[in-house]
C-alpha cells in the first residue's frame, strides 16, 4: 500500500472502534492511491474514478458512521453529522472544479489532510471514547 501521501498512525489516529479505524484506513489507501497517480501526472480519464470512488466511500463511511453512533447516547451526534455535510459540500465542491478544469490543485489534497487528521483525531475520536465508556 503506498503511503507517499498519509501513513496511517495507530496509536495518534485510532478511535478504538475497529470497523470504524478499518473504514478509515480504505479511505486512506483511495487518498494516497490517487495521490500517487496525480505525483505521476495522470489526466483526467485516469483520476475521475478515483475522484469518484474517494466520494462514495466517503458517504458510505459518514453513513457507517452515523448510524453507529446514533446507538451510542452520543452528546456531539448532530454536530458531528453537520461537520460531515459540511466535509461532503467542500469535498463535492473540489470535484466539481476537477470535472470542469481536468486538473486537481494542491489546496484539494491540503483539504484531504486535514480532514483525515483534524476529523479523525478530533471529532472521530471523541464517538470512540463514549464507545469505549460503554463498552467498559
Ligand atoms: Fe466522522
Ligand atoms: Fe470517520
Known sequence: MSENFFKWDQERLTTHVDAMDNEHKKLIEIMNRLHDRYEAKAGKAELGPLVKELGSWTVTHFQHEERF????????????????????????????????????????????????????????????????????
Do not use: N
Request: glycine share 6%; hydrophobic share 35%; proline share 3%.
Open 69 to 136: 453512533f446514533d446507538t451510542l447516547d452520543y452528546p456531539q451526534a448532530s454536530v458531528h453529522k453537520k461537520i460531515h455535510k459540511d466535509l461532503l459540500e467542500r469535498f463535492t465542491g473540489h470535484a466539481a472544479e476537477f470535472e470542469k478544469t481536468g486538473h486537481l490543485t494542491p489546496e484539494f489534497f491540503q483539504f484531504l489532510k486535514t480532514w483525515l487528521t483534524a476529523h479523525i483525531m478530533g471529532i472521530d475520536h471523541k464517538y470512540g471514547e463514549v464507545a469505549h465508556k460503554k463498552s467498559a
